[in-house]
């Protein structure tokens, strides 16, 4: 985690009016698993469409491994494999035929290709469906021939535009795996996603990017640490009874503060450097026996509430909902309500 | 330089390749230019495919005159059948008949014709036409015509000989020379009839050719482009050359497929000759398109998206067609229409096409042609290429 591979200064896309990507700066390591995270229409597709040279900047400059992309763009080109939002692949044709087409355009030999191809093709349980046409495939099955679509010219960088849209709990463990199994071979990944779970769980740093710009940038542990220090973390005891002794005690505690839910259960939040025995011995001290307990940690959909003090939601339409949460990503919109 | 032909086979083949996938296309391939030749060579009936005409006749007072231009009528007509004839009264009736539809035209012997013969002038034999059919018209106007004319020839001659005979005069001169002192004889490149369908079936090939490529390009491209796999090919190290001629190059080759179709059945169901040589022909449809294709990219870059693409190509495409001659020889448009077709590509690829297959004209028959064909496609390519790689890179 020393040397970075990609140096993005001040780079600008404009549509008409109208800043889809506004000005961003900053730089990815090789061998890290960067993640952009953002509502809908931040800029995170825009920005990985100039990074992959299929639009151009209205300002500002990147350059891949020093490569310039006004001056080296084909050996940048052939550095870098993308794994596009809308699929890379040709429908009448079979899953070896497009990944051998692809492979060609970047002149992998062929003895070399065929056996990448075919390797790929196992490691993502595709093989026995490699020579049936795409168009008789399900949407987790074309995702999967897109991924490795990216990797047959095997690029030491690799854009993903959120690669596990539209796949079911179990697709989108095995995709998140397998770019995990790709990252530790020394692939320097740089994805995008509108989960704050699988930002969370993939990246060794996070860029949580909105209107365009990028609002923090750090390790999602570093991400979520600052918004314990600023809030406090968030512990839900459920306990056998209510007494006025027991809330009394906990009040007066440095930096805790107490929330009571109803149900016999409350809410508390305490600041860094309190020691959580002390709560326990509040409790205790009162004759209140704890049924269950558990704590919530910020979530990186709280450090973007907190950044830019709106739910996290879809920009382009301005509705309040609920972001389609992927298989087990469904408890933290309740954790995040619960600490606040 | 190599490598970006390289690439332009990998993508054509690719192309192709998705082509052959699917079965419609492959059937629409080999029809559509069957269906293109047997309509654009109905457009004319020719003298052979006139049968049956039905037609009216009016003879007012029967006369050895009369009878005379019947008995031809009849006569041609056993050994033609091109008419239906029906006999009537009155020139009203003919015309009260051609406006329900129930015969195409007429003939008219009236009173006035015996009379005026009679009276020593000349006798005037009426053919009534119906001006909503233009041309079922002219080919019974002409046909009436020559009749008539075949007739009165005769009579002129069989006229003059009796008079020479009845001034004693021996040994005179022939009197067809002087009924008829001049005479033309139609000679032509070619022997024998022509067939529309030699006239039609260069320009229906150079059509079909550059239809398929006007809208397979756009279809080609905007498709991609739509679809996302254009990402693909833009992302890849190669250059935007490579894409432009993979993608036409895949439309050529189902162009000339189509081309070839069109010829063996012009050949073997349409009776038209190839005078020329067949690789020349293939040669000029090649240039054809080179011309063509710098026009499709540019109008496929400045559209939106494939189906403003589709629009946009063939309103020009329709009026181009027209207009380069491919149904009506140019030289019958009126000169505004002219002048727009010496600047279309479409029209100097039909006619040196025409003039290969009619003619049997060698490729240095065809300089003036092949050069301005050249320019034209190297100017329109090389407004087109920018155009294109600027739409790519929005
Ligand atoms: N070709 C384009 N023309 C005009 N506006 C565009 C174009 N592409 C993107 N935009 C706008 O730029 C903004 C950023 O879009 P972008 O696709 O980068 O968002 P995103 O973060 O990838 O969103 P999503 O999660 O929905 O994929 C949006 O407001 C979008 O409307
Ligand atoms: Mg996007």
């Known amino acids: 985690m020393s040397k970075s591979i990609i140096s993005v200064k001040n780079l600008t896309k404009k549509f008409g009016d109208l800043a889809a990507v506004d000005n961003i700066s900053f730089e990815v390591q090789k061998g890290e698993i960067f993640g952009f995270l953002g509502p809908n229409g931040a800029g995170k597709s825009t ?105 047959v010219t095997d690029p030491d960088i690799i854009f993903m535009d959120e690669p596990t849209l539209g796949l079911d709990p179990q697709s989108t463990r095995q995709v998140r795996e397998f770019i995990l199994e ?63 002794c027991m809330l009394d005690k906990l009040a007066k505690l440095p930096k805790v503060s107490v929330k009571q839910l109803g149900d016999n259960r409350i809410s508390i939040s305490y600041g860094n450097g309190t020691e959580v025995n002390k709560l326990i011995d509040a409790i205790q001290d009162c004759n209140v026996g704890i049924l269950r307990m558990h704590t919530s940690e910020p979530t990186l959909e709280d450090v973007f509430i907190d950044l830019t003090g709106r739910e996290f939601r879809d920009k382009a339409t301005e509705k309040e909902q609920k972001m389609p949460a992927a298989g087990p990503g469904h408890g933290f919109r309740k954790i995040s309500s619960r600490i606040r | 330089m190599m490598q970006v032909i390289k690439n332009a086979i990998y993508i054509g083949y690719k192309d192709m390749l998705e082509f052959t996938r699917s079965k419609i296309r492959l059937v629409m391939t080999i029809i559509m230019p069957f269906f293109m030749m047997i309509m654009t060579g109905s457009i004319y009936p020719s003298e052979s495919g006139v049968k049956n005409i039905p037609i009216g ?48 035209g007429g003939l008219i ?3 006035e014709f015996n009379e005026d013969l009679m ?60 009924v008829k002192p001049y005479i033309t004889k139609t000679k032509s490149l070619l022997g024998g009839e022509t067939n529309y369908f030699q006239f039609v079936a260069p320009g229906t090939m150079m059509m079909v050719v550059l239809m398929g490529i006007m809208t397979g390009l756009p279809r080609a491209i905007s498709f991609e482009r739509e679809s996302g796999t254009l990402d693909g090919l833009l992302a890849a190290p190669i250059s935007t050359m490579s894409i432009i001629i ?26 038209v000759t190839i005078n020329g040589s067949i690789l020349l022909v293939f040669f000029l449809l090649f240039i054809g398109v080179y011309s063509i294709t710098g026009l499709g990219i540019a109008l496929t870059s400045l559209a939106p998206d494939q189906e ?20 009506f020889p140019v030289e019958q448009m009126p000169p505004f229409a002219q002048a727009i077709s010496k600047i279309l590509p479409l029209t100097y690829s039909i006619d040196s096409l025409r003039k290969v297959i009619t003619l049997g004209a060698g490729i240095g028959d065809l300089t003036s042609d092949i050069i301005i064909l050249l320019v034209f496609g190297t100017v329109m390519l090389f407004v087109a290429v920018p155009l294109f790689k600027k739409m790519m890179t929005k």
């Open chain 1, 47 to 151: 920005t990985l469409r100039m990074l992959t040279t299929l639009t151009a900047p209205t300002s500002g400059s990147f350059t891949i491994n020093g490569l310039n992309p006004k001056k080296d763009v084909d050996q940048l080109k052939k550095m870098v494999g993308l794994v596009a939002e809308k699929l890379i692949m040709y429908d009448y044709l079979s899953a070896r035929e497009n990944l051998l087409f692809f492979g060609k355009l970047y002149k992998v030999p062929q003895d070399i290709l065929e056996e990448r191809t075919d390797k790929l093709l196992k490691m993502i349980g595709m093989w026995e469906w490699r020579d049936h046409k795409i168009g008789t495939y399900s949407t987790g099955m074309k995702q999967r021939i897109n991924v490795i679509r990216a990797l």
């Open chain 1, 182 to 244: 790709l990252n530790k071979k020394g692939k320097t990944i740089i994805l995008t996603t509108h989960i704050m779970q699988e930002a969370e769980r993939l990246s060794d740093r996070v860029g949580i990017i909105d209107h365009g710009k990028i609002i923090a940038l750090d390790t999602p542990e570093n991400l979520k640490n600052s918004l314990a220090d600023k809030r406090g973390t968030g512990v839900e005891f459920k306990v056998s009874e209510v007494p006025a």
């Open chain 2, 57 to 104: 006749l009016v003879v007012e007072e029967p006369s050895p005159s009369s009878d005379l231009i019947v008995n031809s009528i009849n006569t041609l007509n056993d050994e033609k059948s091109f008419f239906e004839i029906k006999k009537f009264d009155s020139e009203a009736e003919i015309e009260s008949q051609v406006k329900e539809g129930k015969i195409d």
């Open chain 2, 109 to 111: 012997i009236s009173k």
């Open chain 2, 119 to 178: 009276s020593g002038k000349q006798g005037e034999v009426i053919i009534f036409q119906d001006d909503t059919n233009p041309q079922i018209s002219s080919v019974l106007t002409g046909v009436f015509n020559q009749i008539v004319d075949q007739v009165s020839f005769s009579v002129a001659v069989k006229n003059v000989s009796e008079i020479s005979q009845a001034s004693g005069q021996e040994n005179s001169a022939n009197p067809l020379s002087i």
């Open chain 2, 246 to 271: 993979g993608k036409t190059l895949a439309q050529i080759i189902r162009g000339i497929i189509q081309a070839t179709v069109i010829l063996l059945l012009s050949i073997f169901l349409f009776g």
């Open chain 2, 308 to 327: 403003a693409a589709t629009m946009l190509i063939s309103t020009i495409m329709f009026p181009m067609m027209f207009l380069s001659g491919i149904f």
